[in-house]
């Protein structure tokens, strides 16, 4: 089947580094894509990871193993404003399946 | 403001009655998705488009759910008969199909609440 892992809260300070992860089984896999959402907004993109290694943009880094079916978002220097949502979302064959989320706190 | 634009923004009706909503993506976007996301969930993927085909559909999309994008620009969802379980923000996204990356441009959605 299909099925996407990740965890559902992480609190850390800021200034402070963080990674989550995110683990997924799936078919027909293209790539993997992280998501933040703020409270009461839509999902903006933050990252595609289509081949292994690590991607970064800024603050914010993605890393990709396809063979462990694995990836992490790594977020530095953290600010009060990341506090959100990050999902990641597995693109494949037949669709784009979002995991449930991570809600990260920043705390000052 | 991402580009995509959705209305309306809430919609509220009564059980049994049919909505329909309207997604215009970025002019230039050949990929048109929908999804659904019910508070502390993750995006649920409904249907996707590229042009005016509609590629894929969700095995957990009722025959009630149904999608089109006649001319490969904005797109209509409808639900017909809705049921109190159908209450949830509904989001449009688009993309330019690239074989090695995809990046969605979500809308600000259609929360629907059903009573």
């Known amino acids: 089947g299909q099925s996407l892992e990740q965890p559902s809260e992480v609190t850390a300070v800021e200034g402070a580094i963080v990674q989550i992860n995110c683990t997924y089984q799936?078919?027909?896999?293209?790539?993997l894509s992280w998501y933040q959402q703020h409270d009461g907004g839509a999902p903006t993109f933050l990252s595609y990871?289509?081949?292994?290694g690590l991607e970064e943009t800024g603050r914010f880094s993605s890393f990709l193993s396809r063979s462990d079916s694995y990836g992490y978002l790594l977020l530095q220097e953290l600010q009060m404003k990341d506090s959100a949502s990050y999902f990641c979302a597995v693109l494949s064959t037949n669709d784009m399946r979002f995991g449930a989320g991570t809600r990260l706190t920043v705390k000052p | 403001d991402t580009g995509v634009s959705q209305d309306p923004r809430h919609k509220i009706t009564k059980r049994g009655q049919n909505v329909t909503f309207r997604c215009d993506p970025i002019s230039e976007h050949n990929r048109l998705y929908w999804y659904r996301q019910t508070l502390g969930q993750g995006p649920e993927f409904l249907t996707y488009f590229q042009n005016e085909a509609q590629l894929e559909k969700s095995r957990l999309l009722s025959d009630r759910f149904s999608a089109e994008r006649p001319k490969g620009s904005f797109s209509t969802l409808e639900i017909q008969r809705t049921e109190q379980g159908d209450s949830a923000m509904y989001l449009c996204?688009?993309?330019?199909?690239?074989?090695?990356?995809?990046?969605?441009?979500f809308g600000p959605g259609t929360r629907l609440t059903v009573l």
């Open positions: 990871n289509a081949l292994d």
């Open positions: 799936t078919s027909g896999f293209y790539g």
């Open positions: 996204a688009s993309s330019f199909s690239l074989r090695d990356y995809n990046e969605q441009f």
